[in-house]
């Protein structure tokens, strides 16, 4: 079994910055592509930002030049730095990456619990 687990979330002043992480562990094999979406109260789930196991990252246009999504391989863990952030930007945010637990090409999706950013005065 694998799990995902966030951390860094909480609340912050407009203009602000949190760093966020989330950690793969279990039964892993090899880890695809990671990302971090968000839903904010009545909203539907959004993606924020995605990385490919090579490094290649795509954003949602409201975060391009404010977070920036990286990862650590050998800890198996994706990042999320956002700063300047706006109250727009309050919602839950969730970690999701694409895992193989062997070598016999089954991909898996995994979600992590989410973590509660809090963006206000």
């Known amino acids: 079994q694998v799990q995902l687990v966030e951390s860094g979330g909480g609340l912050v002043q407009p203009g602000g910055s949190l760093r966020l992480s989330c950690a793969a562990s279990?039964?892993?094999?090899?880890?695809?592509?990671m990302a971090w979406y968000r839903q904010a109260p009545g909203k539907q789930r959004e993606l924020v930002a995605f990385?490919?196991?090579?490094?290649?990252?795509n954003y949602k246009d409201s975060a391009k030049g404010r977070f920036t999504i990286s990862r650590d391989n050998a800890k198996n863990t994706v990042y999320l730095q956002m700063n300047s952030l706006k109250p727009e930007d309050t919602a839950v945010y969730y970690c999701?990456?694409?895992?193989?637990?062997?070598?016999?090409?089954?991909?898996?999706?995994?979600w992590g619990q989410g973590t509660q950013v809090t963006v206000s005065s």
């Open positions: 990385i490919t196991s090579g490094g290649t990252t």
């Open positions: 279990g039964s892993i094999f090899r880890i695809y592509g």
């Open positions: 999701n990456a694409d895992i193989s637990s062997s070598d016999y090409g089954i991909i898996d999706n995994y």
